[in-house]
């Protein structure tokens, strides 16, 4: 079956600008994870979904940041005003459960661009 | 603020060497994951240890699970360019929380 899609996989904006990251995750699976990577390093989680609600926004860095799902499927990550700093590979991972050592799946990333 | 820190942070070597990547924290998780990533993909889950003191073989890679679960290590075996990537090590802290460490980048000459 499909991995995860994330989409656009390059974005180039200028400062100032919002921008909107989208993410299919597979199909079935209830938990959703958003993630910024900065030069190819560790993984700063941003926020977690189940099902539609969010219970841990605690990584979002700033309130220009704001995400939500619907349907149980696809999540979108908006960052308003963007800043030259939110330049980063944004991930996205879903898995079949929240459930200790449940595997995550990635898709390949948003490559965000800020100018 | 739980951390996972991974050494080294870069790696290059020969083909055939051996290698050790470590990842520790102060933090208990109650499973630890790894992942592979190559370049413009996402990670992809390697191997999850569960029990303290585990180790589980995946052909020429080891992994070893700390006995009080707060550190691993990954063994590589007679490395191989297939092996280039960035390895990430992942704590998992109660129902959801997957913290990932600081990656270990490692190149593998031919």
């Known amino acids: 079956g499909a991995g995860v899609s994330q989409s656009p996989s390059n974005k180039v904006t200028e400062k100032g600008k919002d921008v909107e990251l989208r993410c299919d995750p597979i199909?079935?699976?209830?938990?959703l994870y958003w993630y910024r990577q900065s030069l190819g390093q560790g993984l700063e989680f941003l926020i977690y979904?189940?099902?539609?609600?969010?219970?841990?926004k605690s990584g979002l860095p700033s309130d220009r940041f704001s995400a939500e799902r619907t349907g149980g499927s696809v999540s979108t990550l908006t960052i308003q005003r963007t800043q030259q700093e939110d330049s980063a590979v944004y991930l996205c991972?879903?898995?079949?459960?929240?459930?200790?050592?449940?595997?995550?799946?990635f898709g390949n990333g948003t490559r965000l661009t800020v100018t | 603020t739980q951390l996972l820190e991974q050494s080294p942070q870069f790696l290059s070597i020969q083909e055939g060497e051996n290698l050790t990547v470590y990842c520790n924290s102060s933090?208990?998780?109650?499973?630890l994951q790894w992942y592979r990533q190559e370049p413009g993909e996402g990670p992809v889950l390697l191997v999850t240890?569960?029990?303290?003191?585990e180790v589980k073989k995946l052909k020429r890679l080891t992994f070893q699970f700390g006995d009080a679960r707060k550190d691993s290590s990954l063994h590589i075996t007679a490395a191989q360019p297939g092996d280039t990537g960035l390895y990430l090590c992942?704590?998992?802290?109660?129902?959801?929380?997957?913290?990932f460490g600081t990656g270990t980048r490692l190149k593998v000459l031919a």
């Open positions: 991972a879903s898995s079949l459960s929240s459930g200790s050592g449940s595997p995550l799946h």
């Open positions: 979904f189940q099902g539609n609600s969010a219970p841990d």
């Open positions: 992942a704590g998992v802290s109660g129902t959801y929380k997957y913290i």
């Open positions: 199909s079935g699976h209830t938990a």
């Open positions: 933090s208990v998780f109650s499973s």
């Open positions: 240890v569960v029990t303290g003191g």
